[in-house]
């Protein structure tokens, strides 16, 4: 592969005086530029001027040479001398940085040695206290075992606090059952007083019924009119009124509105005497404070019969069919009223 080679020639060319007027002659601008040489192949001989011109070129080309390498020589003492002073101020830097370093590690050899003492005395401390901890653990140990001991007499001594506590509390549970039935015996001795005391009253009524039975058997203990039923007198009437003016005719006889004890409306009711027509005012009415059943002597009702209603209901209470109902106090009925029976009544 065939190559090609171009030559060229640099020239360089001193600015004329004329046109720099200013400025020192040897102090001219130098350009350079490219000059075709001739073919190589056209050699000519130079001529006296062309030689004397070549001369100069090549004095001022030593000239220039020189003065380049005066100024490199210039610029490289000058950055010897800048390195040479840095250098040396590091130097004296790194010779103050070794003073003070060793000053420092004197200081620092000073306080090792007395941090090493230091640190021998809390050895010494260590050891010290190790041996008083281990003289501490001993001593705990002893009054572990100690308080051991006193845990296992503790716990007996609680134990035998328990036993005697259940043993106590046995005792009281004895005591109080004993206490609760002398308490059950005294009140069954009361409550049996209570029913030998009503018993005999009891049998103090019968036989004084009894012997008023047999007596009214023999004489009529009633008023004439009067029927002699249960120990009692009654009056059924014949008129019709209301609840009030019964019980006023009832007072007005000495007597009041029938009070149905002991015996029931059915028992009554079945009584040959009864009319079982009609219906008859009782007794037995409500009052409201406190709302309950009161009978004419006082009494509270404790009867177990139903009480019932009739078509004007209210707050008195009528026989009728064998039943209590409910009715107004105004509607007018036939009464029963009723008073004790005697032997000494008048006939």
Known sequence: MSQGVTYADLRFVRTPPEKSQEKDPSEGELTYENIQGPPCQEKRTPTPTEATKESDHRTWYAILALLAACLFLLTAAIGLGVRYWQVSRQLQQATEDGSALERRMGSQEGSLAQTQAQLEEAQEELHSTNRTLWNCLAAG???????????????????????LQQEKEELQRDKKELEEEKKQQQEDKARLQEEKETVQQQLEEMGGKLELLITCQQKDCCPRGWKFFGWKCLRISR????????????????????VLKPWSAKELWDATFIDKK??????????????????????????????????????????????????????????????????????
């Not at 019980?247 to 006889?253: D, G, L, Y």
């Open 141 to 163: 140990n002893r009054t572990q075992e100690q308080l051991r001991e006193a845990n296992q007499s503790l716990t007996l001594t609680q134990k035998e606090k328990e036993k």
């Open 239 to 258: 008129e019709m009124k209301s609840w009030w003016d019964s019980q006023n005719a009832c007072k007005s006889e000495s007597s009041q509105l029938l």
């Open 278 to 347: 009609t219906q008859y005012w009782i007794g037995l009415k409500k009052v409201r404070q406190p709302e309950s059943w009161k009978w004419v002597d006082g009494t509270g009702y404790e009867g177990t019969e139903h009480i019932g209603t009739c078509r004007d209901t209210g707050y008195c209470i009528q026989m009728s069919r064998g039943a209590l109902e409910e009715c107004s106090c105004w509607n007018v009925k036939r009464f029963i009223c009723e008073k004790e029976a005697s032997p000494d009544q008048p006939l």
